[in-house]
Structure formats: structure tokens, C-alpha cells
């Protein structure tokens, strides 16, 4: 099994949708999770952090489900702006530990929002 | 504003040569990483250094090494390109000590082997 999964996609979405993203981790011991979001041709950027519950920023909810080993992210109002491709992120999870912020990528889910 | 900066965005060199890529952050970050991305195979970590003068492999370090004499300046060198490292390359930086582990990248590097 993969360390971090996601689909692929493309999720292609109406403007004003709700798209709602999974990832899976294979490593019950991880600990921390976050979503990077990445424009094309562009590096990835930190779009939210996913502690413990999970958490929300404007439009964007992340929760956490540590029995099942997933994490999701909820996009309400889909805006044209939010095409991109979203990659979950996970700490303790690979072969170096957490202690020095390792982090390990899923491959990113890639969005694109329609008119 | 963190800034992580690398030399080139884009490269084009032939097969054999030795290639210098440049990372640089501006935020005193004990932590420098560097990354490979490819279509259908994501972000994976060549090699990461936690202070001056360390560093460890990651998952695909064969092929390449890497220096760091000094704390903001982390560089990846290919001894000998190879057409299977044209490449999207990522540097990142971060803080130690515990979260958030936020990682910063720069821009990136596309490298061409020919």
C-alpha cells in the first residue's frame, strides 16, 4: 500500500460547487496532515493545516478520521480561482521519522473549475 | 515574507555533464530539502539536510549529492546528467523544533537532459 493516496482526478466542477477531496495514509503512527495546494507550473503552498477534528478556513474544510486513516478536503463555492492540483501531506508516515518535518506527498488531486 | 529562491528555472544541459542547481532561503530555516517532480509520480524527496554540514538521503538520492556549507544555501549536484533526470526540481525550507512544519518552496528548476 502507498504511504499517501489520492485520486488523481481531474475533478471538473461547475462554478459554485461543492467538490470534496480524500486521502488515505498508511501509517497509523503519523501525526501531523496538511494540504498544499499547487498552480500549474508553479510550486506547491501551504492552503491549510489538519491538526487533530480538523479545521476551517473561509470555504475550506479539512477533516481528519485517524480510525480510518483519511483525511478530506471540502471545497463549498467552487470559485474559477481554486483550479489547481491539491496535494494531501503527511508527517511520520515514511522512513525518516517526524522529528525533522519530513513530509510525506500524496500525488494531488487536480481540480478545475468551469464557468 | 519567506523566500526561497534557485538559481535557474530553466535548464537545458547534455548527457555527462555535471549540473550545479541553487537553493537559497532567506529565513534562517534549519531544514533544506530537495525534490523531484514528474507527471504521474508526484514529489519525491532526493535529500534533506537539518543543519550545516549534515545531510540524508531520501528516497531517490541515486545519481545525485548534495551540499550545504552554509545554513541559508543548499545545493543539488548531478555528477554525471542522465536523460532520466529532466525533471521539475523543487528546493524547500523549513523551521525544526516542531510544528507547524510548514515547507516553503522555491520556484522551482526544469531541468533538460539531452
Known amino acids: 500500500r502507498k504511504e499517501v493516496e489520492q485520486d488523481p482526478g481531474p475533478f471538473n466542477v461547475p462554478e459554485g460547487a461543492t467538490v470534496a477531496f480524500n486521502c488515505t495514509y498508511s501509517?497509523?503512527?503519523?501525526?501531523?496532515f496538511f494540504w498544499y495546494r499547487q498552480d500549474c507550473r508553479k510550486e506547491p503552498k501551504l492552503l491549510m493545516s489538519v491538526y487533530s477534528s480538523g479545521n476551517e478556513d473561509g470555504r475550506f474544510t479539512a477533516q481528519l478520521n485517524r480510525a480510518s486513516q483519511y483525511i478530506s478536503l471540502l471545497i463549498r463555492d467552487s470559485k474559477l480561482s481554486d483550479s489547481a492540483t491539491y496535494l494531501c501531506?503527511?508527517?511520520?508516515?515514511?522512513?525518516?521519522?517526524?522529528?525533522?518535518?519530513?513530509?510525506?506527498f500524496g500525488k494531488g488531486t487536480k481540480l478545475s473549475v468551469k464557468p | 515574507d519567506v523566500k526561497v529562491t534557485q538559481s535557474s528555472r530553466y535548464l537545458v544541459k547534455r548527457t555527462g555533464e555535471k549540473v550545479f542547481l541553487e537553493c537559497v532561503q532567506d529565513m534562517d530555516h534549519e531544514n533544506m530539502f530537495w525534490y523531484r517532480q514528474d507527471p504521474g509520480l508526484g514529489l519525491r524527496l532526493i535529500y534533506f539536510?537539518?543543519?550545516?554540514?549534515?545531510?540524508e538521503k531520501g528516497d531517490i538520492p541515486e545519481g545525485y549529492s548534495v551540499s550545504r556549507e552554509k545554513k541559508e544555501r543548499f545545493s543539488l549536484i548531478l555528477e554525471s546528467a542522465s536523460t532520466n533526470q529532466t525533471s521539475m526540481y523543487l528546493c524547500a525550507s523549513s523551521t525544526s523544533g516542531g510544528p507547524p512544519y510548514e515547507q516553503y518552496f522555491g520556484p522551482g528548476t526544469r531541468l533538460t537532459v539531452t
Open positions: 501509517n497509523s503512527a503519523s501525526q501531523s
Open positions: 501531506v503527511v508527517i511520520g508516515g515514511g522512513n525518516y521519522g517526524g522529528s525533522q518535518g519530513n513530509l510525506i
Open positions: 539536510s537539518y543543519d550545516v554540514k549534515m545531510k
